[in-house]
Structure formats: structure tokens, C-alpha cells
């Protein structure tokens, strides 16, 4: 299988796709003017107790306070007798913490839509192979890794770079990630030294911080891309931006340079997400509807309780009967639901409405397709067997809004029945275009011509990003 990254970077703006075969299967968005929280550690102060909910909220300098649940509490070692009692009992959240009290918690979930960030006092710090609990004392390996060889393998190399064969030693706690597999002794040990020393240098951070204050930052997008997902797979790295470019080169020489050779500046004239038509892909993703082959449809319903995926024969009439034709379709819709699930960043609970089969074995080969399609997903994601209403109920773990949600924002004039692209989105989507035109032509000026609305945002708030963007293409717009 072919895999690529292609990273396009623009002044407020950068986008990382991942392509299969030459089909976009993943992109995920990061705008300058509202980057992600999720895996920041901040250092907060508990706001208000609800007992009722078993939960806390928590001031950490964002717009909203966060939540804080209190199985997501870590208890200091005095209280951790009382954490199970042997059966998995949680104490009051009145007992493990007070209005006022500083905590130093992460963020496990972004705001979404109205909601406040989610939180956890159970820290997690990624390297490429490894992930720091400082709290947890353990050595876990990823479940992905099946080979039982590997995983003893891993365990024999790592258990004396953590001191779990030293006794009373106060160890600190790692899961070994699936991008371990096959990895050298040097390379484990690399990381264990980088993740003990992120770990000292939030420590002291931690110490001299305000309320409200961040101490540990993740990395951005296009690092953090690689971090998770480079590996011996992905066949080329597409860097448009020489300057993240740079960052890229130094940070996958440190951290693998086993794969130094895949990384490639792309400076060609068509645009890098004009490559495997990316940038339609995109476009198409953010519609309910999407055709299949054979000439069926699926509907993406995306609400705030769930998403619901409804199945359609369409246009498809089969050639043999209604239950061969019925099965041919929802084998193919299988595939595409566990793409657009991917595709679309969809995320908790989520209904797939196939259409009804009789046959048992036609309804076993169609879950085991959906969840061929889902392996691959870097998501973790549960799917349950069908009902009888030919229903499957999956769960989809969801840490950022969806791309549709990123990039749309709910109509007014229709009281949110249907998407609209905000004036943010349209802006980016018209630098994008001004580059496109700029490589395409040797004009020596540009005029815009765009909805007031637009045009107010790009000379008022985007007034930075404009001389950014005639720097960068050498004119004035």
C-alpha cells in the first residue's frame, strides 16, 4: 500500500493530509487563531464542586472552565487506599478535592460546540515510541502489538531503562506505543532520557507557574503528525513551506532518523493539495451525501448526540436478486462509512443504518468489512454487533471537533438546519487561492472581490496574515 503525508502551510493556516493509494483517508486542520488544547498541562484551580455529578470545574486560563471528573483524579499516596477498595469504588469528589484547590491537570478533549474542554489529572506525555505516566508506576504495551514474542521482547529492554528492577526504585510509569515494534534497544532508550527530561523540565515549571498558566505544550501539528504517524509505511513526507520544512528535517533526524530520506520540499507549481485532488476531497467531505460506485449513497447525519450513517441502494438494481443486491451494497458502504468516519474526524456515538439483510453470513462478511476499514484508523474505536433492526452501534473516541465543525459553522437563517463556511474559512480558502493564482501567472497585482463580510475580516483581522501572504508571494494585493 502507498501512503504519503502531504503538510500545506499558509500565514494562519496549516493542513495535513494523509493519502492511501491516492485517496485522501485522513486531514487535519490547525488555525493559528484557535490552536488545539488537547495534551497541554496547565496548572488550575478547582471552580466549582458538583457532588451530584461527581465532578469538578476547573479554571486553566481558557475561555470556559473545563470539566473534571473524578475517576480522572489522581489521588496523592495517602488517599490511593481508598481509590478501589477492591472493587473499583470512586470516593465522593467532595473527598478528593475542594473549591479553590490547585490541580495540575491536561487536556483530554477540546471545547466542542458548547461544551468546555474535558480534563484529566492522570498526565500523559508522548515520545515517538513511548508515554510518560508520571503518576502511574506501570509498563504497559500497546495492544495492537500481538506478536507474544515482541512484547516480552519489549518488556525484557525496557524494564531496566525504568528501574523496575531496582528495588523501592520510584520509577515513572510508560505504555509502550504500537510505533515501538521492532525497535532497537538505542531507540527505547533515547526516548525513556528525552521523556525524564520533559518531565523535569514540567516539574519545574509546575513549581514556579500561576493558576491559569500552561507548563507543558504539545507539539504542533505537522510535528505532532509525524510523531504518531510516520513509519516505514508512508513513502514520502511533502513539505510546501521551506521554513516548517526545516523544523520537520531537525525533528525526524533527532527522533528517526532511519527515515531522514522521506522527507521532500515540495515546490511545484500546482498546489500540494491539488496532488490525489486532496482539495475536493475536502470539499466533497463537508456534504451529507456520499455516492458510492455501484450507485448507491450513503447520508451523514452529524447532531450534537450523535452521528447517524444511513445506507441507500440508489440507482443500483444488482444483477441477480434484491438480498444480492442489498449485501453488494452494504459491503461497499461498510467500506466508505469506515473512510468518511475517518475522513470527516466523527467522532462518540455513531449509528450505521444498513439497509436489511437476511442472511447471516451477508451480515457477518459487512461487520467484518467495517471493521477491515476501520484497522487502520488511528482512533480508537468500538463497533458492536448488528441489531435486528440492522443497526450497528459503534463509539468513535473523539478528542477534536469534526473537519465539518472546524471549517462550518450552523446557518442562522435556518436556525442551524443546515452548514454555512464562515468568513474565516472563506478567507483562507481565497490566500490559498491568491498563491494558486500567483504560481499560475505573472501578474503583478491581485484584486479580490468577496462578500462584505469577507472582505471586513481580511483588512481588519487578517490584516497581519495579508502582509504575511505578499510577502511570501512577492505582491500586493
Known amino acids: 500500500m502507498s501512503e504519503e503525508i502531504l503538510i500545506n502551510v499558509t500565514p494562519r493556516e496549516t493542513r495535513v493530509g494523509v493519502v492511501e493509494n491516492g485517496m485522501l483517508q485522513e486531514v487535519h486542520v490547525e488555525r493559528a487563531s484557535r490552536r488545539g488544547y488537547v495534551g ?101 504495551i500497546s495492544t495492537r502489538i500481538e506478536d507474544e514474542v515482541e512484547r516480552q521482547r519489549l ?71 509525524l510523531r504518531d504517524m510516520l513509519n516505514d509505511d508512508i513513502e514520502k513526507v511533502r513539505v510546501d513551506s521551506r521554513e516548517t520544512f526545516e523544523q520537520v528535517t531537525k525533528f525526524v533526524h533527532k527522533f528517526m532518523p532511519q527515515l531522514d530520506d522521506r522527507i521532500e520540499h515540495y515546490d511545484g507549481e500546482r498546489p500540494i493539495f491539488d496532488l490525489y485532488g486532496v482539495e475536493d476531497e475536502m470539499q466533497r467531505a463537508l456534504r451529507k451525501e456520499v455516492p458510492l460506485k455501484s450507485g448507491g449513497y450513503l447520508i451523514v447525519d452529524q447532531t450534537e448526540a450523535m452521528t447517524t450513517i444511513d445506507v441507500n441502494t440508489g440507482a443500483y438494481l444488482g444483477t441477480r436478486n434484491l438480498e444480492e443486491t442489498v449485501y453488494r451494497t452494504n459491503l461497499e458502504a461498510a467500506q466508505a462509512a469506515a473512510r468518511q468516519l475517518r475522513l470527516r474526524n466523527l467522532g462518540g456515538i455513531i449509528i450505521i443504518d444498513f439497509i436489511d439483510m437476511n442472511d447471516e453470513e451477508h451480515k457477518r462478511q459487512v461487520l467484518r468489512m467495517l471493521n477491515k476499514g476501520l484497522a487502520r484508523d488511528h482512533a480508537k474505536t468500538t463497533v458492536y454487533p448488528l441489531s435486528a433492526l440492522g443497526l450497528v452501534e459503534m463509539t468513535r473516541k473523539r478528542t477534536t ?15 442551524g438546519r443546515r452548514v454555512l463556511k464562515p468568513a474565516e474559512t472563506v478567507t483562507y480558502e481565497i490566500f490559498r487561492e491568491i498563491t494558486r493564482a500567483v504560481r499560475q501567472f505573472n501578474a503583478e497585482k491581485l484584486l479580490v472581490m468577496a462578500n462584505p463580510l469577507v472582505v471586513n475580516r481580511i483588512l481588519e483581522e487578517e490584516s497581519g496574515a495579508v502582509a504575511e501572504l505578499e510577502e511570501f508571494i512577492s505582491k500586493s494585493t
Request: a neutral charge; hydrophobic letters at 40%.
Open 155 to 225: 518488556k525484557d529492554v525496557l524494564t531496566p531503562l525504568i528501574g523496575d528492577d531496582v528495588p523501592g526504585s520510584s520509577r515513572l510509569g510508560y505504555i509502550v506505543r504500537t510505533n515501538a515494534e521492532g525497535q532497537s534497544a538505542e531507540a527505547l532508550a533515547f526516548d525513556v532520557a528525552y521523556l525524564t527530561k520533559v518531565w523535569r523540565v514540567v516539574q519545574e515549571n509546575i513549581a514556579k507557574s500561576k493558576v491559569g498558566e500552561r507548563v507543558y505544550e504539545e507539539l504542533s501539528l505537522p510535528l505532532r503528525s
Open 40 to 140: 497541554n498541562v496547565y496548572k488550575g484551580r478547582v471552580q466549582r464542586v458538583m457532588p451530584g455529578m461527581q465532578a469538578v470545574f476547573v479554571e486553566i486560563g481558557l475561555e470556559r472552565a473545563a470539566f473534571l471528573h473524578a475517576s480522572d483524579i489522581v489521588r496523592p499516596p495517602a488517599a490511593e487506599g481508598a481509590e478501589s477498595n477492591g472493587n473499583g469504588h470512586i470516593p465522593s469528589i467532595s473527598e478528593l478535592v475542594h473549591e479553590g484547590q490547585e490541580i495540575v491537570v491536561q487536556v483530554v478533549k477540546d471545547p466542542i460546540s458548547t461544551k468546555g474542554a474535558r480534563l484529566s489529572a492522570h498526565l500523559s506525555i508522548p515520545s515517538r515510541y513511548l508515554v510518560l505516566l508520571p503518576y502511574a508506576r506501570t509498563l504497559g
Open 401 to 415: 471537533e469534526s473537519l465539518a465543525r472546524q471549517l462550518c459553522e450552523p446557518c442562522a437563517t435556518c436556525n
